[in-house]
């Protein structure tokens, strides 16, 4: 008897992803979220996005102007992803009628005199050539901002990015900064700690690591890694290497788009710095010839290493309160500070503040913070 394989597939014995295996663990956190890169968006494009479970158009009128609106038509609720821009006005597909700048409704398309009616704008951002959308779950405005970074921004070379979705949640994406345990047992450092303690100053923090890195034919070199955290939003972090001149920059972004599911954004450039020692024309000719021949291997490379995570975001189950141990880093202390995200009555999940969390927390090397 022939068997179509139209309908049949190999069976698995790969792990579950976490959003078909687990219920959702954690609720949609509040403040900005990253939608798409500035790239995406050239003059005159819409697209359309997700976050929190329901789609957001974005688009860019001709002068440059960007917009964030709920997806809907005022008047027959027709979906925006699929209008165009026509000059400053996004012209709905259905009807064509015409929403100028201030998302006021201006023309309808048989040149009646037009409905009042707006479209519903959401607070963005474009920053670190990064477009963030404001969401927040009783509706408020932004409170706090997303900065704007140097991502080695010396004009001699375009930000590289990549985007890709997956199971998880952004804290889990946050909360990797702190497990310095898994930097030694996943990523392979021959090691790793913490320089100073760790600060958290509001919806921000920073942790320095002083990191021990094997280069190919270079052999073992120190590596300083400064990483500084936006909300459930951003992480930026400078990683230099300075007996070689290397620094590369990366920005980390991770976006819950449905229950138990996110996109993560992350980009990058590189750079080598002058060598010194050298005349300075051929210090800048060395220094420029070789960023541009390592930038793409290096951003291949810082992709790679975050990749590594991607299975174990994929299919983790979020605990609470975790079995933390000596070694793991200050996770509990993230966990504390990560609350302040969440609306109050959807907390069941998080943990309460307690000694066990927001108490000391060591690293490898002994470095301590609460």
Partial sequence: MRVS????HPVSDRPTAADLALP??????????????????????????????EDVVLYRM??????????????????????????????????????????????????????????????VREVNEAVLVWRHHDGREPDWEVPSWHVLDDGRQPLRH?????PGYAQDVMENSFDLGHFVTLHGWPQGELAAPVEFDGTRFHISMRVQET?????????DVEVDGYGLTALHTDVRTPSLG????????????????????????????????????????VSRAVTAMLAGPM?????EFTAADFPIWSTKKYLSPPRLAPGDG?????????????????????PAPSASLTGESRSPSGVARG
């Fill in 246 to 285: 290397l620094e590369i920059c990366s920005l980390v972004m991770a976006t819950q788009v449905a229950p138990g599911r996110m996109q993560l954004r992350q980009a990058s450039r590189f750079v080598m710095r002058e060598p010194a020692g050298l005349p300075p024309v051929l210090a800048r000719t």
């Fill in 330 to 350: 200050p996770i509990g202390a993230m966990r504390h500070w990560a609350r302040q995200f969440y609306p109050p009555d959807q907390q069941a999940h998080l």
């Fill in 24 to 53: 959702p663990a954690l609720p949609y956190p509040d403040g900005w979220s990253a939608l798409a890169f500035s790239a995406e968006l050239p003059p005159g494009t819409v697209l359309t996005r997700q976050l929190a479970g």
């Fill in 5 to 8: 394989h139209k309908h049949v």
């Fill in 215 to 223: 280069f190919p034919l270079l052999g073992l070199r120190q590596v």
């Fill in 162 to 166: 990549a985007s890709f979705e997956m």
């Fill in 62 to 123: 001709r002068n440059g102007r960007l917009r964030a609106i709920r997806p809907y038509c005022p008047h027959l609720g027709a979906h925006l992803g699929l209008a165009a821009v026509e000059d400053d006005d996004l012209v709905c597909p259905f009807h064509r009628f015409a929403f100028d700048a201030d998302g006021h409704c201006v023309r309808t398309g048989y040149g009646t005199p037009p409905p009042k009616a707006a479209l519903a704008q959401l607070p």
């Fill in 299 to 303: 951003f291949k490379r810082n992709l």
